[in-house]
């Protein structure tokens, strides 16, 4: 049988180090029943503020997503552009191809030259400059990089060096504007992290809303540029083929 009643500790070494008798065990169903209810209002408390953290940590992670999708949306604008501007100086050199295999035929013959002399002029289209005109995305992916950078103020303000502790009353339409003070528990503490929570996940649902349009404008995008793509590869292995026709035709005057 055990020398300790049940009520005392038997690993408190430094209670026996002591000579006095070990510590007495700490149970909750041991305790007083107001000391109880303290203990688990602390233990609410606790976990409440840990919730309200875990989404301050998933809020910041969120703005810093979007930041990165609205960067990569604007990296695919400018290479929209740049695929843009290379099909128009493909079709610039095709018009030049085109006039020159003109002349060489003109130079073969005596015959043809007078025909093209006497031939009206075909007319001429006007040179295009490049990168006068800024590249235009599809409307899906532009209303997603406006509506994302109207709330920049909000991500600095949710960025994890920069993160701020609000309430809910400032947060403009946050949860406390949209739910009666009733719901909450009358615990100014409790009810403080109550509020930041609920303000936070609305944050959350409608950030991630516009992750969605970012990411949905991106593969339209993507899609556009494939096409572009192909277009180009198109008129590159043409015009490559006329190269060669016109260089074949210049060996033979």
């Not at 049940?6 to 002591?18: G, I, L, Q, Y």
């Not at 843009?84 to 050199?93: A, G, I, P």
């Amino acid at each position: 049988m055990s020398a300790y009643p049940r009520s005392f500790n038997p690993f408190d070494d430094d209670a026996e180090d002591e000579g006095t008798g070990p510590a007495p065990w700490t149970d909750a169903r041991d305790c007083a029943p107001a000391d109880r209810q303290q203990a688990l209002r602390q233990e609410v408390l606790r976990r409440a503020e840990a919730t309200a953290s875990s989404t301050d940590r998933s809020l910041s992670l969120m703005y810093e997503s979007e930041r990165i999708g609205v960067a990569s949306s604007e990296e695919l604008i400018r290479q929209r552009g740049a695929l843009e501007r290379t099909e128009k100086m493909v079709d610039k050199m095709e018009q030049d191809l085109k006039a020159s295999q003109k002349h060489i035929s003109s130079i073969k013959s005596v015959f043809g030259g007078l025909v093209n002399y006497f031939r009206a002029k075909p007319a001429e289209t006007p040179p295009q400059q490049n990168g006068t005109l800024a590249p235009q995305p599809n409307s899906r992916l532009k209303e997603a990089i406006s509506s994302s950078k109207d709330q920049e103020a909000q991500y600095q303000a949710n960025h994890p060096n920069l993160r701020r502790l609000h309430d809910s009353d400032s947060v403009p339409g946050g949860a406390g504007s949209a739910m009666s003070t009733e719901a909450y528990p009358k615990n100014p503490h409790l009810r403080a992290y109550h509020q930041k929570i609920d303000s936070n996940l609305d944050e959350l649902s409608v950030g991630l809303g516009r992750l969605k349009d970012i990411a949905l404008g991106m593969q339209t995008e993507i899609e556009e540029q494939d096409d572009i793509l192909d277009r180009l590869t198109t008129k590159v292995d043409k015009l490559d083929v006329n190269i060669k026709s016109t260089e074949k035709k210049v060996r033979q005057l």
